[in-house]
């Protein structure tokens, strides 16, 4: 079955520093990849999305993430963290031919000053 | 342009009662869906429509209907509630055609507490 894996619930970062969240998934054919933001008490937000061509893939608020088939993964790293970015972040693959997308289960970002 | 809009916010019901949660996009858009947010499990589908007149389950439909009379239009019913269904739900909308590859618009979420 296929089935999306952040294996962080939470992560701190202190602010200027980078970072990385993980997404691992599992699904036989070419994924449609994205990553959405999630601030409190607010609907998700779309950041990037992968569905071929580059394996880098650019987003908004200085995001970017990786493809690689080979691991299954979809990484979102922001090479310096803002106290804005504080938020949950979902990684999230579409099924090919349907209508359904399904998420992880997310990763808590907190920034710390 | 609102984009994706629900009602309520917030809502508390006892055990067993009904209601139904509203969504409505201005967006023309052909596809909506149901989400459930729960901790540690990310968004779970519920129901999900691509068109008026046409809707098919998601992955946890149980204790909910749906219906969809206009494009605009997506409202969430729960015919008798139950704690189980305390979550919060979202609503999203998004165009059908190359849908595997668009991204959805969310709505601002209705936190349902049931007692």
């Known amino acids: ?113 | 342009n609102a984009g994706v809009t629900q009602t309520p916010k917030f809502q508390v019901l006892k055990t067993g009662q009904s209601m139904t949660l509203q969504c409505a996009q201005d967006m023309n858009h052909e596809y909506m869906s149901w989400y459930r947010q729960d901790p540690g499990m990310g968004l779970r589908l519920i129901h999900y429509s691509v068109g008026a007149g046409i809707t098919d389950q998601g992955e946890v439909p149980n204790g909910y209907n749906v219906s969809r009379s206009t494009t605009e239009d997506f409202p969430l019913r729960l015919l008798s509630a139950a704690p189980s269904q305390t979550s919060v739900y979202f609503c999203a909308s998004s165009p059908v055609a190359g849908l595997s590859y668009n991204e959805q618009f969310f709505g601002p979420g209705t936190r349902l507490t049931v007692l």
């Open chain 1, 1 to 113: 079955a296929q089935s999306v894996t952040q294996p962080d619930i939470h992560i701190t970062v202190s602010e200027g520093a980078s970072l990385e969240l993980r997404c691992n998934y599992s699904y036989g054919a070419t994924p449609y990849l994205f990553w959405y933001v999630q601030s409190p008490g607010q609907g998700l937000q779309l950041l990037l999305k992968y569905f071929s061509g580059d394996t880098l893939v650019q987003g908004i608020k200085g995001f970017e993430a990786e493809f690689k088939r080979s691991q299954s993964s979809f990484n979102l790293r922001k090479p310096s963290v803002h106290w804005s970015d504080a938020a949950e972040y979902f990684c999230a693959v579409a099924l090919t031919g349907g209508f359904k997308t399904i998420f992880g289960a997310g990763t808590r970002l907190f920034v710390k000053a």
